[in-house]
């Protein structure tokens, strides 16, 4: 027991937490296995690991039809499976390929009497490619972690790590393909979703969940983060309003407990006509949603909208409530409530 806490007070002196120790524990042992192999099977098996995740993005449609409609396989589980077959199909004959194509090479590159003495510099070089490798499927693995439904904690643990973290927040350019490809699969737990700020759009969530609690923590992250963007443009600060905030968590439970995403309620409300109902007088208003596993994510992914930046940069409001309601294994939900 005692070394348990000497072990996470050690942790905690460095900041990191286990996550970032089973990343970097990977990252070595590619490093090392990279050196094992040299710098060329190193570098083919990289292109080979990336060559079969991209044809698996473009060739999964077509292999999700065909399970469809051969063994009437529901469509989200098809796109999952289609998209592994042909991934894994690819990396195999890839491999068998490289394999062949290395073992040609091998007598007159790494056996030549000549180039013996460039072994130990072929095996440094080997080093690079096999820590690229490791960060790609790092990369991929966490990133399917905060897509999927799992534990909060777990999700937690690899959005406040140091290394998890920062591979998460610089994958969101193939979030949406993961979303494609996994989305229905998963109920529909996606990373970050939205709709734009004016839009009449209503989305369904595969899920409904009562298990909700309040996040005011989050909400009140969020005000900085928002406030330092504001600032950076040189707008005034918004000033918290506990009022639009109850409103905007009310919003936030309706929609988890109904399992819709939209700036109306199934019955037609409006932001403006939630407001109006409670007693929250205004000129100028405007609301920005968003479903995700973090504050960062969120808030992220909201910056990247045009409408929404617009709502959190426009110099008509002076006035916010964030409503955070934690729908634990299905993640975040934000309402910004804006207002003069």
């Not at 999964?60 to 529901?74: E, G, H």
């Not at 290394?163 to 989305?183: A, M, P």
């Not at 759009?201 to 969020?222: H, I, Q, Y």
């Not at 309620?265 to 407001?275: K, V, Y």
Request: glycine share 8%.
């Amino acid at each position: 027991m005692d070394l348990l806490n000497q072990l996470n007070f050690f942790l905690l002196s460095l900041d990191i937490n286990w996550v970032d120790i089973v990343v970097l524990v990977l990252i070595v042992v590619y490093a090392m296995e990279g050196y094992a192999l040299g710098f060329l099977r190193s570098m083919l098996d990289l292109v080979s690991f990336i060559s079969s995740f991209v044809l698996g993005v473009v060739f999964y449609p077509s292999a999700s039809n065909f399970l469809t409609n051969t063994f009437s396989i529901p469509k989200g589980f098809a796109n999952a499976v289609g998209f592994f077959l042909v991934a894994l199909t690819a990396e195999l004959v890839l491999s068998f390929l490289l394999i062949k194509f290395v073992s040609k090479l091998h007598p007159y590159v790494l056996l030549n009497s000549k180039l013996k003495n460039l072994k130990n510099f072929n095996n440094v070089l080997g080093v690079m490619p096999g820590i690229l490798s490791a960060v790609v499927l790092l990369t991929f693995i966490l990133t399917m972690i905060t897509v999927l439904p799992v534990s909060p904690q777990l999700k937690q643990a690899i959005l406040s790590s140091k290394t998890g973290s920062v591979l998460v927040y610089n994958s969101q350019g193939f979030e949406d393909r993961l979303n494609k490809i996994f989305g229905q699969a998963v109920s529909d737990a996606l990373t970050f979703i939205t709709v734009e700020p004016k839009s009449e759009e209503s989305l369904r969530l595969n899920f409904k969940t009562k298990s909700l609690s309040v996040d005011r923590e989050a909400g009140k992250e969020m005000l900085e983060l928002l406030n330092t963007e504001r600032e950076k443009v040189g707008l005034n600060r918004l000033i918290f309003d506990e009022r639009l905030a109850s409103s905007g968590r009310k919003h936030c439970r309706d929609m988890l407990e109904r399992g819709y995403f939209s700036h109306y309620t199934p019955e037609g409300l409006s932001p403006f006509d939630r407001m109006a109902q409670d007693d929250i007088t205004f000129t100028y208003a405007g609301e920005n949603l968003a479903l995700a596993p973090s504050t960062r994510l969120a808030h992220d992914g909201l910056m990247r909208s045009p409408g929404h930046r617009e709502n959190i940069l426009s110099p008509n409001f002076g006035r916010v409530g964030i409503g955070v309601i934690d729908g634990g294994i299905y993640g975040k939900m934000f309402c910004q409530e804006f207002t003069d």
